[in-house]
């Protein structure tokens, strides 16, 4: 039997309702007062200390979302460490909280399909998140404008918007994996947990993984004639699996304009090159192309694999 209409009917009104649920909702105002307050302090605490080498560096604001100031960290290792959290707060009760009402079997009995519904809630968690970080960023500069007298340059203007899509997408990922478990597991509880268990692998222990797995492959870090290049390059390739290294990296390139190579650096790629001078803001985000679409790339799979798995689970009323 063919299914009659768009299999994507309904999923203005599912993102809708639903993105007007997260932004309304206790958990998001609770979840959004935490980032605020945590990463406006360390750019506060950031700016004090810029303030005193205004004239000194082309790239304040950049500076501003770099610089750690004790006892708090920086503002891009407050979002690491929060963003995910964030996400995975939105994501794990989307699907097993309707299983848990029992008002599943009673939504997809209206002219909505799974597809709608699946893509509607994601599209709205993503929403929500976007909608946050974006009003975090314009605070960010605001608070800028105010306490250093400056305005950003065309330059870091660019930047940082390069620096927030990559934001969005990396809490795009972690919301993908707390759907997917949502959707795997029917108990909420389970699958927040099971979404918190894959970002502490990521986290905290992939760093431990990586070299152990780069030497049974590869051998020893250290040859008889020096740096073992194949290990290297594994355990490049091993870090690059988490999205944790690949946010990272972005974030580096983009707001650090002196990178001009992620990962080991070889003799001939810096020979001629004029050491500590800002590469160009093009030249940055071709450096982390791969790094963004790796993002992105692994969202829309995390994403397919939750709606494959949904689209052959029995629904009852």
């Known amino acids: 039997m063919r299914r009659r209409g768009s299999p994507f009917t309904g999923v203005g009104v599912v993102l809708a309702k639903e993105a007007a649920d997260y932004l309304s909702g206790a958990r998001m105002w ?77 939504v997809l009995a209206q002219p909505i399909y799974r597809d709608a519904l699946l893509l509607g809630k994601f599209l709205a968690g993503l929403l929500a998140l976007a909608i946050g970080l974006l009003s975090l960023w314009l605070l960010t500069i605001g608070l800028g404008l105010l306490l250093l007298g400056l305005p950003p340059n065309t330059e870091e203007m660019i930047r940082m918007l390069g620096f927030l899509v990559a934001t969005i997408a ?45 030497t049974l492959i590869a051998g020893p870090p250290e040859g008889i004639f020096g740096p073992n290049l194949a290990y290297l390059q594994t355990s490049q390739t091993l870090d690059r699996i988490s999205p944790n290294t690949l946010y990272a990296e972005i974030a580096l ?59 052959r689970q029995e629904i009852r009323a």
Do not use: C, H, K
């Not at 609770?30 to 506060?44: G, N, R």
């Open 30 to 106: 609770l979840l959004e007062a935490l980032v605020f307050l945590t990463a406006i302090a360390s750019a506060y605490a950031a700016i004090l200390s810029i303030r005193a080498s205004i004239g000194e560096s082309p790239f304040l604001f950049l500076r501003l979302l770099t610089m750690a100031q004790e006892p708090l960290p920086s503002f891009i290792a407050l979002l690491g460490f929060l963003i995910p959290l964030v996400a995975i707060a939105i994501g794990f009760d989307a699907i097993n909280g309707e299983f848990s009402r029992r008002t599943l079997s009673r």
């Open 253 to 311: 390139a983009l707001l650090q304009p002196a990178t001009r190579a992620l990962g080991p650096v070889l003799y001939s790629q810096v020979q001629g090159a004029l050491l500590g001078a800002p590469l160009p803001a093009t030249q940055s985000f071709i450096l982390v192309w791969p790094q963004l679409t790796g993002l992105i790339a692994t969202m829309i799979v995390i994403f397919v694999i939750a709606y494959v798995v949904f689209q």
């Open 170 to 214: 990396y809490g795009g990922v972690w919301l993908a994996v707390a759907l997917l478990f949502s959707v795997v597991f029917r108990a909420p509880a389970t699958a927040a947990l099971a979404a918190l268990g894959v970002w502490l692998l990521f986290a905290l222990f992939w760093s431990v993984v990586t070299p152990l797995v780069a």
